[in-house]
Structures are given as structure tokens and as C-alpha cells.
């Protein structure tokens, strides 16, 4: 088991089900609900899209499960997967943190941090989660 998860808008749920899918259309410069399909088939294949380690939303958790944070935007498609995830383990006993940054959309961390801020900040809220989470110095996290 890991010591501690960072999870940038993580797809929890391959039925895709959630319903930010449909609603946040056209608003994600990232996703469309078509392309969410074409992955969806690309990754999953003929498997049920149900099982656990294809949809982690579907797995069952205790409070052992490593500590977790999960970041997404307001404009993510995979928005509901999130907030749907971070249920699932806060219910479970899990320590979890989800950050939902106004605006942003999809994977919006790959953008360079040096031209755009907001970047910058999910990165560095990431770093320190992961400080505070293992316990490290400041000097140990690149």
C-alpha cells in the first residue's frame, strides 16, 4: 500500500454515471462525454466497468486505506466522480481531503505553472498535503 494517494481528477466510476458528465458539457476544454466514451472502451475493453480496480468508486475501503487528497475543478466532467469518490472513502474512515478549484477544468496542473497560477497553486497544495501527510521536511519535497 502506498503512504499517501494525490489523485488530479481522477475517472472513479467507468459506468459513467456521474451525472457531471452531461451537465458540464461543453464547458471542460479537456472532455467530452464522447471522448469519455472512446476511453471508457479503449481502457475497460469487454471487462465490466463495475469492477473495482477499473472503477474505484465500486471498491470497498477501511480506515487503513492511505491517506488521500483529490483535486478537481468546477468545470471537470469528472467532477461528480470526485465528490462521489471522496464520499466513498470519508464514509469508509479514510483520511481524504477533495479540493475543488473554481473554473477549472480537466487535468487543468498541465498547463505551466510559470504562466498559469492557478497551476501553480493545485501543485503546491499537493506538495503540501504530501509534506504534512509523510511527514517531511520542506526540503524533501522536489
Same mark, same amino acid.
Given at each position: ?22 451537465? #458540464? ?17 479503449? $481502457? ?16 470497498? $475501503? ?15 466532467? &469528472? #467532477?461528480?466522480?470526485?465528490?462521489? &469518490? ?11 481531503? &477533495? ?8 487535468? $487543468? ?6 504562466? /498559469? ?11 503540501? /498535503?504530501?509534506?504534512?501527510? #509523510? ?8
Amino acid at each position: 500500500m502506498p503512504a499517501a494517494l494525490a489523485c488530479i481528477s481522477p475517472c472513479a466510476d467507468l459506468t459513467l454515471s456521474g451525472d457531471t458528465i452531461r451537465t #458540464l458539457e461543453g464547458l471542460d476544454p479537456v472532455l467530452t462525454p464522447k471522448r469519455m466514451q472512446l476511453l471508457q472502451g479503449a $481502457y475497460a475493453g469487454t471487462a465490466d466497468e463495475r469492477q473495482p480496480r477499473l472503477s474505484p468508486l465500486f471498491a470497498d $475501503y477501511t480506515p487503513e486505506f492511505p491517506p488521500t487528497i483529490i483535486q478537481t475543478g468546477t468545470r471537470d466532467l &469528472l #467532477l461528480s466522480d470526485c465528490v462521489r &469518490l471522496h464520499q466513498k472513502l470519508k464514509g469508509s474512515g479514510v483520511d481524504v481531503e &477533495l479540493s475543488v478549484r473554481e473554473g477549472m477544468w480537466h487535468g $487543468y496542473h498541465i498547463i505551466p505553472n510559470d504562466e /498559469f497560477p492557478e497551476a501553480a497553486a493545485g501543485f503546491q497544495e499537493l506538495a503540501d /498535503f504530501l509534506r504534512r501527510t #509523510l511527514k517531511l521536511e520542506p526540503e524533501q519535497v522536489p
